[in-house]
């Protein structure tokens, strides 16, 4: 059986985000036990004895302490549950939660070339001391199965897959410490429960449904999908930024090509937004755009929730 805990579902910045004034911000100090959110990460488990994080948010911290799963073992002086962290990008809100993990305890970090690059690049994160935190890079297309701390399998299988996307946004226009041309910079993830043979899809970021996602994707038990923003151009609108959702490489819930269209009939178990912005109106219980993601099947979950399959 695989338990899946939602840390977070929020994109970078959280709900409420400190220096925002929107009017989902406004509701969230409001009304914090249903809005507020704290940035996207979930925790995975085979044995609820061991979890691995899929991205380190800058929240993890409230996140760990928010998690009974995630503290350590009664009566042991220094322990963590956490094994190891799965990276599927270098932005702020998949990394700087890595800065709260500097207390001396082992677990494996698991990340493609392009992110661990930017890792070696930042001197910062030297405070994960190699000796305690050992690095694995993971290669697009290449299934790997994380390792327990005695180094015995823990029956996840994990594959990790290019998807749509765009680079770190603080690297934008500057050079990439691992040079290239981008391939690695935005993963997707199949997670098996090898016990079991089912498997779920994690998908924080992506610009675009393509034919090949389509396919991987139909017939899952369960996808998390990048739910950003609810249209494109939605921090324009609202006037809280000059970006679109496709310049940062996230596609839009609504409208033609969005993401409940494209995975529209795929035959998915369970279908669940993360990395939801702040500034989306589908956040806001009783919301036009809630309504018609949760007539669509879509889920928008609150941070703690657990799911198993
Ligand atoms: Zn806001």
Redesign the pocket.
């Given at each position: 059986m695989l338990r899946v805990v939602i840390l977070g579902a929020a994109a970078g910045g959280g709900v409420?985000?400190w220096n925002?004034g929107?009017a989902?911000?406004r509701e969230a100090r409001r009304n914090p036990r249903e809005l507020q959110s704290t940035q996207a990460s979930i925790a995975i488990s085979a044995d609820g004895e061991h979890w691995y994080l899929i991205n380190a948010s800058p929240d993890l911290r409230q996140q760990v302490i928010a998690t009974p799963q995630l503290h350590p073992k009664a009566g042991q002086l220094r322990h963590s549950p956490i094994a190891g962290v799965i990276l599927t990008n270098g932005e702020v809100d998949a990394v700087a939660g890595l800065l709260s993990m500097r207390e001396g305890s082992p677990f494996t970090l698991y990340a493609h070339e392009r992110v661990l690059a930017i890792l070696r690049s930042n001197s910062i994160f030297n405070v994960l001391n190699e000796k305690n935190v050992q690095r694995r890079q993971i290669e697009i297309d290449s299934a790997f199965e994380p390792a327990l701390p005695d180094g015995t399998p823990s029956g996840i299988e994990v594959l990790p897959f290019a998807v749509p996307g765009k680079g770190a946004w603080y690297l934008e226009g500057k050079a990439h410490p691992a040079g290239g041309d981008g391939a690695g910079d935005t993963l997707g993830l199949r997670i098996l429960d090898k016990s079991s043979g089912k498997y779920f899809y994690f998908l924080a970021a992506c610009a675009r449904v393509t034919d090949d996602l389509k396919s991987r994707l139909a017939g899952a038990s369960l996808v998390f999908f990048d739910g950003t923003v609810w249209r494109d151009d939605e921090l324009i609108a609202a006037g809280?930024g000059a970006k679109t959702g496709q310049s940062m490489g996230h596609i839009s819930m609504s409208g033609d090509h969005g993401a409940i269209e494209s995975l529209a009939g795929l035959d998915i178990g369970k279908k669940v937004f993360l990395h939801i912005n702040?500034?989306n109106p589908a956040l806001l219980p009783g919301s036009d755009e809630r309504k018609a993601a949760e007539q669509a099947g879509w889920h928008i979950p609150a941070d703690g929730t657990e799911i198993t399959l």
């Open positions: 409420p985000q925002c929107c989902v911000c809280l702040n500034s």
